[in-house]
């Protein structure tokens, strides 16, 4: 698995890599088919922006979430994220439990 991350007018800092590095964990246990990830990390005025894109086979997820707090704003943009892959794996499991419910009606 590839993992990027960058900052717009941050500093990465070896805390905050940490720290999405530990938030990343367990969407990856959730689903296992991940190729890549690029976190982008930004500061707008007052608002701490974190921008995430996910890149399964078929599919790249993206979610975002701003706030004054960046941990925050990391925290709640990964629930986001690992929402949306959980809905994508049952996506994929129930697609090829269909299809191997008709070819055994077939037969």
Known sequence: ?????SGH????TPALREYVENKLDPVIRHFDQVTGVNVVLSVEKLKQKAEVTL???????HAEESGEDLYAAIDILFDKLDRQVQKYKQK???HHR???A???MAE
């Open 1 to 5: 698995m590839n993992l990027q991350i």
């Open 9 to 12: 007018h941050i500093e990465v």
């Open 55 to 61: 890149h399964v086979p078929g599919k790249d997820m």
């Open 92 to 94: 994929v499991q129930d």
């Open 98 to 100: 269909g299809e191997k």
């Open 102 to 104: 008709s070819s055994q």
